[in-house]
């Protein structure tokens, strides 16, 4: 990339065409020369989807200039004041006729004593040493030092001073490339790091947060040395003293960022999830478990003891060790909970039977061999997670139920094997262990919480394959783990899943009659059931696009049961139609209309779908507030309507209840990825996160307990205050971090010439446009890989013949397509014609897929499951599907995306969050090293701090991650949703308010009313609001409904019956009923339009 976008491939290169059309960065054009319009990004031409969208000002280009220098800045030690400062450039003569261009290398050394002229600004031309060191009076060397009390600030520029003339066109002969700039200190390492400045001012004190004093310990040793004006700036020849040498410029700059991964357990004792499932007693598995606690005890004694060497925060990073001692205290506890609770013993032996078959299993199915269930291990960090949290989910009543885990642990760890660890205890448990006046023999156990459909998707198909690991053990063993199938069910939006059974009846039966006539492309623009495209447990696809036939068999529905089946088209699997219970094929739900009848013991949803809790009075149901059960129905719930009765009587031939015993309300909630629950989506789940929390609590041995709470994300700052305004819990991070960032015991820091990382590389290429940069990078790097098939093996190119191309909007995007199709060829056979002789690989144009992929928010829910597929291929693999070139992607890709042969990506501009950039950029690198390019918006002057800031950015990503905010009861947010949360409590917490028409009943329940007016009061004084604002707006509420209850009939929506108003009526809709309450957590009101009127 250097060579063919800054040059020179020749110290004295002799160019056919000019420089200026040849290289793309690292350009020092004359003064007053201004930008050309061709080159101007700000076209105002938007599709739908973007108009919709926040996309980023960029600075006004009218009358913009194109730089004419480059700099840095930096502080220099008093005591060693001489620094020597070296240049090299080239410029360009033509030599015939605008045919031929000659490069004219430049260069200088120059000795500078700061001390002398301190305060003014002086300067230095640059000799020509190719032209018998004639002196250039156009290129200078500029710098002004200002003089502090133990540093001198040194801001050095190199400086074009040529000037374009009016009416001159082509400032080749006058333009500079390949510029750089060295320094070096003489004598002693001199250059001092950016904060000795604040800290030689005696600045006073500022303000610092828990997580500002923790990233300052973390990080102490991750020094910045300079800052460069224009280009990135790299520092070497680093002392312990805190004291560099070497300062240069870079115009691609590249740093490779170490994998921070869980060290394999080298130690005494045994992480192996089988033989853990198979020991006999509890004091077997301490014996096993203990020296792995025993070790990070003497892990945390040796940092305790570097504590005293530390120059500052010693304090932090007591606070540090006192946490990671708090978390290995509850991991003993976890121990103690199996030795004294056999129904606890009982259930751990469960979670690591499930976990080592649906492990062993996953890995058989992708390589197509026999499950080997010795084979699958705990890392270290996942087994002491599951540890951690065993006693809040065996004692409800303990103080670890209050605690909320987080767990924070890099993209690509392991973060969802370990909760579903927990996932499985929880589940066993259940069946284990009876609660009186509840069922815990049926019902959802576990909520999965996600905030996007892709992410929601893609863990369904993982949890999927620990479901039916749950069933195969239970089927094998119903005398223990009871009788009723384990089931995990898929709650989203019916943009992604049809939520009604006959409209996934009439997908299903859509895409067979499509089959069947020859027409096997047949698609579905709604949402569709076909969520699984292989069997979960084997491997044996269940839809295959050239065998189509094979649907016929593996998507049934049974519209005399008002069932959707899925069963695996492997007569050997157990998960087969002739293998399972009642025929019924894998344990999944996918409608929820039978979720509510059903309630899968799994329910993996998306956090929006929890605001239609005012409105489906049927999810009471997952709480466990159920009418009761039908029998060969399931169960139906207090607000039943005439066509529930109506179905359930048709499936089970009566409507009479055979067990009206109330259902445990969920065990444990699950959050993944939790950053993105901030900003106005967190408040509102926030909001909604009340009525939840008051669903989900039973009074147990006198106290009221709601359900464990885990959570997890790879990129968080602020954990304490967003859980605190999302759950009124204290939270508790894992692992505890150390007193360094490389090392916190479970996750280590790994070096690079062992373990290779991901390279980040900068571009940055002012003056030219967005799509030209672009046009050049992808051009570069797709027929780079093709270049090298002769000198590397298939599997080690494979990673970067799939480029991920990552955009930050829609409208960017979407100019990409036609990039690829047409620009990019055209530029890659140009590069093949162009090779040089010296060049190591020569570039080699190839064949690219007419199709370009997208992966945003505008694919259809349908294609997602068979894109993933093709992603997982390799491209010299030759059967079915086709692999990807490239994937175009919006942030939809940030989380979740979990394919672990990517390992190219370009990403168009600085994402707009820190956590965005990590989230995005780690899909890639997960399996193989992994090579990253982001190209700057020049325009954006955000893009170019972080491309000045390049090396200190990438050396320390997660200290500059964002602080997240919630604010749940904030009155704006109240006044969107509170209305909608109060519905809610009372429709669902109360059986005589369920039914649509039992909204005029209101009056009748006045204690209970109060009852949640008490709950919104307690959860303000836990959260430190203000109560009496929050308790009047709550009181408000309820008068306003009692006094629309005594105005008219009253239901909460429409129905059929006439003379009757509605309660609720959509957020943003005609204002028809008396509480405007959301469908989703990210409605918005419609638009106001504001006119300024002239007095």
């Not at 350009?27 to 076209?43: G, N, R, V, Y």
């Not at 700059?253 to 033989?275: F, N, Q, S």
Request: charged fraction near 25%; aromatic fraction near 8%.
């Amino acid at each position: 990339m250097r060579k063919e976008l800054v040059g020179p491939i020749h110290k004295e290169e002799v160019l056919s065409i000019p420089p200026i059309q040849k290289y793309l960065a690292g350009i020092l054009w004359p003064m007053k020369s201004e930008l050309a319009m061709t080159e101007d990004e700000q076209d105002n031409q938007q599709d739908n989807d973007s108009k919709r969208e926040n996309i980023e000002s960029v600075a006004p280009l009218a009358n913009a200039m194109n730089p004419s220098a480059i700099g840095m800045s930096f502080l220099v030690d008093k005591e060693n004041p001489k620094i020597k400062v070296d240049v090299s450039l080239g410029l360009y003569e033509n030599i015939d006729n605008d045919k031929t261009w000659r490069r004219i290398p430049h260069s200088l050394s120059k000795e500078i004593n700061l001390e002398e002229r301190a305060g003014e600004k002086q300067s230095y031309h640059i000799n020509n040493e190719s032209a018998n060191n004639k002196s250039n009076q156009n290129l200078c060397l500029e710098w002004i030092v200002r003089n502090y009390h133990n540093c001198f600030a040194v801001s050095l520029f190199l400086v074009n001073r040529y000037v374009q003339d009016v009416d001159e066109r082509q400032v080749d002969h006058k333009t500079v490339f390949q510029p750089k700039i060295t320094v070096t200190t003489q004598g002693n390492r001199s250059f001092m790091v950016r904060s000795a400045f604040s800290k030689s001012n005696e600045q006073a004190p500022t303000f610092e947060t828990k997580d500002m004093k923790s990233n300052e310990l973390l990080y102490r040793n991750e020094d910045v040395f300079g800052v460069g004006h224009n280009i990135a700036v790299y520092w070497d020849e680093i002392e312990s003293n805190r004291k560099a040498g070497k300062l240069e410029t870079e115009i691609i700059p590249a740093h490779e960022v170490p994998m921070v991964i869980p060290p394999d357990w080298g130690g005494k004792g045994r992480l192996g999830m089988y033989e853990l499932a198979n020991m006999s007693t509890a004091q077997q598995v301490e014996d096993t478990l203990s020296p792995l606690l025993n070790e990070y005890k003497q892990w945390i004694k040796d940092r305790k003891e570097e504590i005293p060497s530390l120059e500052e925060r010693h304090d932090t990073a007591k606070e540090h060790m006192a946490n990671c001692e708090k978390s290995l205290q509850r991991m003993w506890g976890g121990l103690e909970c199996l030795k004294e609770d056999k129904e606890a013993f009982k259930s751990f032996q469960f979670a690591n039977l499930v976990m080592a078959k649906q492990r062993a299993h996953s890995i058989a199915a992708e390589k197509n061999t026999t499950p080997d269930y010795d084979e699958p291990k705990w890392r270290p960090f996942q087994i002491a997670y599951v540890l951690q949290n065993i006693k809040g989910v065996v004692h409800p009543d303990s103080e670890d139920r209050k605690i909320a885990d987080l767990l924070f642990f890099p993209t690509g760890g392991g973060k969802t094997e370990a909760y579903l660890g927990i996932a499985a205890f929880t589940l066993g448990l259940r069946r284990r262990r009876s609660v009186e006046g509840y069922r815990t023999d049926v019902g959802v156990s576990v909520i999965m919480r996600y905030t996007l459909r892709l992410l929601t998707i893609q863990q369904f198909q993982r949890a999927t394959a620990m479901i039916c690991a749950c069933e195969e053990i239970r089927k094998a063993n119903p005398e223990i783990w009871g009788g009723n199938r384990f089931r995990i069910g898929l709650w989203v939006g019916d943009s992604s899943v049809p939520n009604k059974y006959h409209d996934a009846e009439d997908v299903i039966s859509s895409k067979k009659n499509a089959i069947l006539s020859g027409n096997s492309s047949e698609s579905n623009k709604s949402g569709t059931p076909v969520q699984l495209v292989s069997c979960p447990w084997c491997g044996s696809k269940l839809v295959d696009d050239k065998k189509p036939k094979v649907f016929l068999s593996t998507y049934r529905f049974s519209t005399k049961q008002r069932r959707i089946y899925v069963s695996c088209s492997n007569k050997e699997c157990s998960f087969h139609k002739k293998n399972s219970v009642n025929q019924e094929g894998i344990p999944v739900v996918v409608t929820d209309e039978e979720i509510y009848r059903l309630l899968p013991d799994i329910m993996i949803g998306t956090v929006d779908k929890f605001a239609r809790m005012p409105w489906q009075p049927e999810i009471q149901n997952m709480f466990g507030k159920v009418k009761g059960e039908v029998e060969h129905w399931g169960f139906i719930s207090n607000g039943e309507n005439q066509n529930e009765i109506s179905n359930a009587k048709n499936v089970g031939g009566s409507t009479n209840i055979i067990n009206d015993t109330p259902i445990h309300p969920p065990n444990l909630i699950i959050q993944d990825e939790l950053h993105l629950i901030s900003g106005p989506l967190g408040t509102m789940v926030g909001l909604y996160e009340t009525a939840i929390d008051y669903l989900s609590t039973i009074e147990y041995n006198g106290e009221q307990v709601g359900p464990k709470v885990v959570a997890s994300t790879a990129t968080i700052k602020n954990a304490d205050q967003q859980i605190e305004g999302l759950y009124t819990k204290e939270a508790s991070v894992f692992p505890s971090p150390g007193i360094s960032h490389e090392d916190s015991f479970f996750a280590q820091q790994q070096p690079l010439d062992e373990t290779p990382g991901r390279i980040y590389v900068g571009l940055f290429s002012p003056g030219r446009s967005m799509k030209t940069a672009l046009l050049r990078t992808y051009s570069n790097l797709l027929s780079s890989v093709t270049a090298m098939e002769e000198a590397y093996d298939a599997d080690t190119l494979d990673p970067y013949h799939t480029l991920v191309g990552y955009f930050n909007s829609l409208r960017e995007l979407g100019g990409a397509v036609r990039l690829i199709e047409d620009d990019v060829p055209a530029r890659m056979n140009t590069l093949e014609n162009q090779n040089d002789e010296s060049q190591q690989y020569h570039f080699k144009k190839r064949e690219l897929d007419r199709e370009v992929p997208e992966l945003t928010s505008r694919i259809d829910s349908g294609k997602i499951p068979s894109l993933l597929s093709r992603l997982e291929t390799k491209y010299y693999q030759t059967g079915d599907i086709v692999p990807v070139d490239v994937l175009l992607a919006s942030n939809m890709i940030s989380v979740g995306v979990d394919v672990s042969r990517l390992g190219l990506m370009v990403v168009n501009g600085q994402p707009k969050t820190t956590a965005e950039y990590i989230q995005s950029t780690s899909r890639v690198g997960r399996k193989h090293p992994g090579l990253i390019i982001t190209t700057y918006n020049w325009a954006r002057p955000r893009d170019i701090s972080h491309y000045e800031e390049f090396y200190a950015y990438h050396s320390a990503l997660y200290r500059y991650v964002e602080p997240i905010s919630v604010t749940p009861f904030a009155s704006r947010a109240r006044d969107r949703g509170l209305a909608g949360v109060m519905v809610s409590m009372l429709r669902l917490g109360h059986n005589d308010l369920t039914s649509n028409s039992s909204a005029n009943e209101v009056e009748k329940i006045t204690d209970y009313s109060k009852k949640i007016v008490e709950f919104f009061i307690k959860r303000a004084k836990e959260m430190n609001l203000p109560v009496q604002e929050i308790e009047d707006h709550a009181n408000s509420l309820m008068d306003e409904w009692n006094g629309a209850a005594q105005q008219s009939r009253l239901n909460y929506s429409s129905s059929n019956q006439k003379n009757t108003s509605n309660l609720l009526y959509p957020l943003g809709g005609k204002p028809k009923g008396t509480f405007k309450t959301p469908n989703s957590m990210r409605d918005v009101e419609q638009t106001a339009r504001i006119y300024i009127g002239r007095d």
